[in-house]
């Protein structure tokens, strides 16, 4: 039997991070991970999905060059060179993980592991016949695709139906494209596959697209995707899926056909948390998945559960907040998440970027709230790169108490700004305290600036 301090089951984003933490301060420390150092979002998600959507940027700008003076003739996109530069991307990042946990003295071993139970010493875990211990347990086995019981799917997918996993995989663009689910993967695969020359369109049972997002910024993204030929079929429910076709109910109760080549399944991700040993030592597992209290702590001492697999927030840059969390209050030092400052992207053209409270949430816990916004073009820099377009910058702010409650851009470069205004939140900075801030000019960062300015004292 192998004895270590931490054993970290899963190593995507909060395994990895968590296993280095821990490490770092000389915790011996075990990391399992059945598949690939990097987990979903680095292998199959966040990473490559970015990689594909930078060359459709590349594409959409070379097409349109002319408007910033530059001629590009006969510009096409290669699908294949596409694909293998994204897979090359993943290699480099996988590689790196890997040189992390060699720098920091982490154990790896590229097992299925399953908890056991508990002894003396500590939790047991199985994997590929051996048997290791360890006093404490981070668990971050991650989320899967749902898979809905409808018609035709689970008997189609990897062929005809496709997952957030085998739609990064497509060497090939489909002429025809459709999407079921209006969330955040599926808007994403559908600007790709629209920009580089597929007729897409995108079934979503609610009446809106990308779920919790400020409708206001939703309905935005919304008519610029359709600007960009992609057809949204709201309030529709999909009924069954065949090769080339799928069949779906409108509001009214009709069931049309929508032809199609290759359907991106993407309608939510469920936690991980079978087939892992949870019930030898009575982790407490609800709907969204391991129940945790803010320091990431189950309900079983000693043990912890951080990123998709707890249900929270589903993201990446959440997994490594928790990582660290969990880490330190292993280590004696109280650490807790908040997850009010928790911020959000969408990385479409144009990118949506989130934080804190939406309008529709204010209204619905019946927060006395006042809204300032302006339109992208107050930023100099934005109409010196974004020719013909445009975008909106939302502030929500306590109407009492003047602080920042909520922050909401649509527009380019929102994705990197908006960690400033989750510091803003975060802080609890009132209007007063965040116009002090010094914005670098010219930048497009400077719209907050101004939507700031136009709250009244």
């Known amino acids: 039997m192998q004895i270590y301090d931490l054993i970290v089951i899963g190593g995507g984003p909060g395994g990895y991070l968590a296993a280095e933490r821990a490490a770092g301060t000389g915790k011996k420390t075990l990391l399992f991970e059945k598949r690939s150092l990097g987990g979903v979002c680095l292998n199959e998600g966040c990473i490559p999905s970015k990689a594909l959507l930078n060359s459709a940027k590349h594409y959409d700008h070379a097409k349109h060059a002319a408007a910033y003076g530059v001629s590009c003739a006969d510009v096409k996109i290669d699908q294949k060179a596409v694909i293998a530069r994204k897979a090359k991307v993943v290699r480099t990042l996988v590689s790196g993980v890997k040189g992390k946990m060699r720098a920091h003295g982490v154990t790896v071993v590229m097992e299925q592991a399953a908890i056991t139970g508990k002894t003396a010493e500590g939790f047991t875990v199985a994997a590929a016949g051996e048997t290791y211990t360890a006093k404490n347990l981070i668990i971050a086995t991650g989320s899967s695709a749902v898979v809905p019981p409808i018609p ?8 005809f139906v496709l997952t957030n996993r085998e739609v990064l995989e497509l060497t090939e663009i489909p002429e025809k494209m459709t999407v079921i689910g209006g969330g955040v993967i599926g808007l994403e695969m559908a600007a790709y596959y629209a920009t580089v020359g597929s007729k897409v369109t995108v079934i979503e049972m609610l009446d809106h697209i990308a779920g919790a997002t400020d409708r206001e910024i939703s309905t935005m993204l919304q008519k610029e995707l359709e600007g960009k030929g992609i057809t949204f079929l709201l309030s529709h429910k999909c009924l069954s899926v065949e090769p080339g076709k799928v069949w779906a109910e409108t509001p009214a109760g009709e069931k049309i056909c929508v032809e199609a080549d290759k359907v991106l399944l ?11 040993g949870l019930e030898t030592i009575g982790v407490k597992v609800d709907r969204p998945g391991i129940v945790t209290n803010t320091m990431c702590q189950t309900n079983v001492d000693g043990v912890y559960a951080i990123g998709d697999v ?43 970027g989130s934080v804190g409270k939406t309008e529709e949430e204010c209204k619905e816990k019946g927060i006395d709230y006042e ?12 109409v010196a790169e974004n020719e013909g377009a445009d975008g909106l910058c939302k502030i929500i702010v306590d109407k009492k108490r003047r602080n920042i409650l909520g922050v909401h851009l649509i527009g380019a470069y929102a994705g990197e700004m908006i960690w400033g205004a989750a510091e803003m939140i975060e802080m609890q900075m009132r209007v007063t305290d965040a116009r002090q801030i010094i914005f670098p000019h010219p930048t497009v960062s400077e719209i907050i600036r101004e939507v700031l300015w136009e709250f009244k004292d």
């Open 152 to 159: 035709g799917v689970r008997e189609n997918i990897g062929n």
């Open 266 to 276: 993407s309608i939510g991700r469920r936690a991980n948390t079978a087939d892992i």
């Open 310 to 352: 707890n249900g929270h927030h589903m993201l990446a840059h959440t997994a490594y907040r928790e990582a660290e969390v969990a880490v330190n209050n292993l280590l004696g030092k109280k650490d807790m998440m908040r997850y009010h400052a928790n911020p959000s992207v969408i990385y479409t053209q144009p990118e949506i």
């Open 371 to 382: 809204v300032r916004k302006l339109s992208m073009m107050y930023a100099g820099r934005f």
